[in-house]
């Protein structure tokens, strides 16, 4: 489970003055679930993301993934996530392969498990052409399996996706989306963000509207349906966004 409380992270700007890029945030995303962050961007999506996988520390708030404190915890939690981000940041000089056991040994998962891991991966994610390839002779879609399978070579019960079907042609996003449908079917909790309506509506079993930072709603297709009166997702985000405006005048 993803259990965040009342998360806020704030920044300095040049001008000396602050601002809350996430602001008081709170959700959760139980195992077997697929819940979507939605907002459009600079919205606070990464930086969620990149507080709940520990790259950044909040200043208030706690976020807790499969029992451990980001903050108390911060190895336990590495040890039981996986974090994709659209930003592949792959070893140019080294294979896809060498990339994975590399990971793999990060984790310290032993030599035998890692090869049986890249076996199964390879399969699952088609890249049996292209796995003893150096990484700066593939195409991006062949880099976001790479940076896939090398962010789950140890096998975590938690992934974290940040935007991970950007600017990837149609085929390879849908091969990453069934990857993440296959995630959902083996009980992973899986947390998911996007500024994309149509991806959200596709793949979430909860929403979570954000914009400016702020938590703007939460909740199956069905009950945001109901709270505004909107069918489609696009209306019913604006509808939301429209009420944030009111409440601030």
Known sequence: MIEVKNLTKTFKQKNGETFNAVDNVSFEVNKGEIVVLLGVNGAG?????RMLSTVLKPNSGTVVIEGYDTLLQPQSVRANLGFLSGDTGLYARLTGREIITYFGRLYDVDDKTIKNR???LSELLDMNDFLDKKSD???TGMKQKISIARSIIHDPPVMIFDEPTSGLDILTAKNIIDFIYKCKEDGKCVLFSTHIMREAE???????LIHKGTV???????????QTGKR????I????????????G
């Open 45 to 49: 999506k990464t930086t969620t993301m």
């Open 118 to 120: 890249i076996d199964y």
């Open 137 to 139: 002779m593939l195409s």
């Open 202 to 208: 596709r793949i979430a079993d909860k929403i979570v």
């Open 216 to 226: 703007l709603a939460e909740g199956d297709w069905g009950k945001l349906q109901e």
């Open 232 to 235: 489609d997702l696009d209306d």
């Open 237 to 248: 985000f604006i509808h939301f966004v429209e009420q944030q405006k009111e409440a601030q």
